[in-house]
C-alpha cells in the first residue's frame, strides 16, 4: 500500500507503515505526512471509523458472505440486486422485497402465504430439524449448525424475523423447557410490512416451538383490509 498522502499538495511514493490512529482505514508512509494529510483528511475520518467499527460487527456473524458483501457494498462493486441475482434470488417470492427494485414493484395485496425458499435444501430450513432443539440457540452459528445450514446461505436476511420471535420469547423466560406449563403460544406482531410478503419464514417457529400452537396476529396499517379475515385464518394454518 503507498502513503495515502501522496496527491493532495503533497508527493510522496514511499510505502505505508503507520495508519490513521483514529479510523485505522488510512495509511501513511511517516508521522510527517500524516499529520500533513489530516486537513484533508479529517472530513472523512469519522465515516471511515464507523465503517471499520461496522466491520468489527460483522466478524462476530459466521457467514461467509457478511464481510466480503460489505466491503464489495462499500466500493461499489455489489449491490443487494446483484447479491440476490447471483444466487438466483433476485425478484423471487420471498426475496421480492430484499432489494429496493423488488420491493417498488410488489404488492402487500398478494400475500406470500405459498412463497417457498427458492433455495437448494442445503442453504435452507425447507425440511424438519433432523433433532428436536435440545438446548437454547443463543447465536446464528448454534440455529445453522442445529438446522444443518450452510454459512454461506442467504437465509438470515429472512430468517431473523421469526429468530428475532424466539429471542424474545427466550428474554421473557419462555423456552421449549418450560413450555409445558401451556402448549399454546399466542403472538402479537405489531407492524409488519414486508414481512407479509414473507409469511412462509414465521413457520420456521414450528421447528424453534415443537408440539406448540402457534398462534400469530399480525396488526398494522400494511395489512390491506380486504385481506384481514384471510390471513387470520390461513396464516393460522399455514404455522
Ligand atoms: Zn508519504
Ligand atoms: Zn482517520
Ligand atoms: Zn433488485
Ligand atoms: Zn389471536
Redesign the pocket.
Given at each position: 500500500m503507498k502513503?495515502a498522502?501522496?496527491g493532495s499538495g503533497?508527493r510522496?511514493s514511499?510505502a505505508a507503515t503507520t495508519v490513521c490512529a483514529r479510523c485505522e482505514a488510512v495509511a501513511?508512509?511517516?508521522l510527517s505526512?500524516r499529520i500533513a494529510h489530516w486537513s484533508h483528511h479529517k472530513t472523512e475520518c469519522d465515516r471511515l471509523q464507523q465503517q471499520m467499527e461496522s466491520l468489527a460487527v460483522l466478524n462476530d456473524f459466521p457467514f461467509t458472505f457478511s464481510r466480503q458483501a460489505t466491503i464489495q457494498v462499500c466500493a461499489n462493486q455489489e449491490t443487494r440486486c446483484s447479491f440476490l441475482s447471483k444466487r438466483g434470488l433476485h425478484r423471487v417470492g420471498m426475496w421480492m422485497c430484499e432489494c429496493l427494485c423488488g420491493a417498488s414493484s410488489s404488492s402487500f395485496d398478494l400475500l406470500g402465504l405459498n412463497n417457498g425458499w427458492d433455495l437448494p435444501s442445503a442453504l435452507c430450513p425447507c425440511r424438519g430439524p433432523e433433532a428436536l432443539v435440545s438446548e437454547r440457540l443463543c447465536s446464528w452459528r448454534d440455529y445453522f449448525k442445529w438446522r444443518s445450514i450452510q454459512f454461506d446461505s442467504p437465509v438470515a436476511l429472512l430468517l431473523h424475523w421469526p429468530l428475532t420471535i424466539y429471542h424474545a420469547a427466550q428474554l421473557v423466560g419462555i423456552t421449549t423447557l418450560n413450555l409445558e406449563v401451556s402448549d399454546k403460544l399466542h403472538i402479537h406482531y405489531l407492524g409488519p410490512e414486508k414481512e407479509l410478503l414473507q409469511l412462509a419464514v414465521f413457520g420456521e417457529l414450528q421447528a424453534l416451538f415443537p408440539g406448540v400452537h402457534i398462534h400469530i396476529e399480525l396488526v398494522g396499517p400494511a395489512i390491506p383490509p380486504q385481506r384481514s379475515d384471510a390471513l387470520l385464518t390461513t396464516h393460522c394454518s399455514v404455522i
Amino acid at each position: 500500500m503507498k502513503c495515502a498522502a501522496n496527491g493532495s499538495g503533497t508527493r510522496c511514493s514511499s510505502a505505508a507503515t503507520t495508519v490513521c490512529a483514529r479510523c485505522e482505514a488510512v495509511a501513511y508512509c511517516s508521522l510527517s505526512h500524516r499529520i500533513a494529510h489530516w486537513s484533508h483528511h479529517k472530513t472523512e475520518c469519522d465515516r471511515l471509523q464507523q465503517q471499520m467499527e461496522s466491520l468489527a460487527v460483522l466478524n462476530d456473524f459466521p457467514f461467509t458472505f457478511s464481510r466480503q458483501a460489505t466491503i464489495q457494498v462499500c466500493a461499489n462493486q455489489e449491490t443487494r440486486c446483484s447479491f440476490l441475482s447471483k444466487r438466483g434470488l433476485h425478484r423471487v417470492g420471498m426475496w421480492m422485497c430484499e432489494c429496493l427494485c423488488g420491493a417498488s414493484s410488489s404488492s402487500f395485496d398478494l400475500l406470500g402465504l405459498n412463497n417457498g425458499w427458492d433455495l437448494p435444501s442445503a442453504l435452507c430450513p425447507c425440511r424438519g430439524p433432523e433433532a428436536l432443539v435440545s438446548e437454547r440457540l443463543c447465536s446464528w452459528r448454534d440455529y445453522f449448525k442445529w438446522r444443518s445450514i450452510q454459512f454461506d446461505s442467504p437465509v438470515a436476511l429472512l430468517l431473523h424475523w421469526p429468530l428475532t420471535i424466539y429471542h424474545a420469547a427466550q428474554l421473557v423466560g419462555i423456552t421449549t423447557l418450560n413450555l409445558e406449563v401451556s402448549d399454546k403460544l399466542h403472538i402479537h406482531y405489531l407492524g409488519p410490512e414486508k414481512e407479509l410478503l414473507q409469511l412462509a419464514v414465521f413457520g420456521e417457529l414450528q421447528a424453534l416451538f415443537p408440539g406448540v400452537h402457534i398462534h400469530i396476529e399480525l396488526v398494522g396499517p400494511a395489512i390491506p383490509p380486504q385481506r384481514s379475515d384471510a390471513l387470520l385464518t390461513t396464516h393460522c394454518s399455514v404455522i
